[in-house]
């Protein structure tokens, strides 16, 4: 599918390309010349995937969100902590209202981190991604997010 919806770099070695599209997620190790698939309609709850990013204080660590469909009824966020190899859903205190959409972290502190779904529901983690809150208020259509120092 020609649809990419995101795209993220874990600096290596080896370096490691992250390609989201509909209904898959692609890894390459040889700087695009071969890629290989998740299979994540094997690996993770749902199948579509829409952002990915990678922590920015540990290329390890790479976060995934995806959902049922678009716009979806739930979602949740994937973690790996390896680089793409396992993957875990971390722990939403609310579950998403549709497919989560967006994940960003701040760069100059990367344990402050935002999530959000398709229709509005925003989350905050101040640990790196090991817990999280939802705002209180709810927004219409997210797009993306981004964390910046305040």
């Known amino acids: 599918n020609p649809d990419v919806h995101s795209v993220a770099v874990a600096e290596g070695p080896p370096k490691t390309v992250f390609v989201v599209v509909n209904n898959e997620v692609y890894t390459s190790t040889d700087d695009g ?39 979806g009824r739930i979602g949740t966020v994937m973690r790996s902590k390896d680089v793409g190899k396992t993957w875990e859903s971390v722990n939403l205190p609310v579950p998403p209202n549709s497919a989560m959409w967006a994940v960003h972290a701040r760069p100059d502190n990367p344990k402050v981190m935002v ?36």
Do not use: C
């Open 115 to 150: 999530a959000g779904s398709r229709y509005g529901y925003v989350y905050r983690s101040d640990d790196g991604g090991d817990t999280w809150r939802k705002f209180w208020r709810e927004l219409s259509e997210v797009n993306s997010v981004l964390a910046l120092p305040i």
């Open 33 to 71: 010349m071969t890629w290989n698939s998740l299979h994540i309609r094997q690996t993770f709850p749902w199948s579509y995937p829409r952002n990915i990013m990678v922590q920015p204080d540990d290329p390890k660590t790479i976060f995934l969100t995806i959902g049922d469909s678009t716009p």
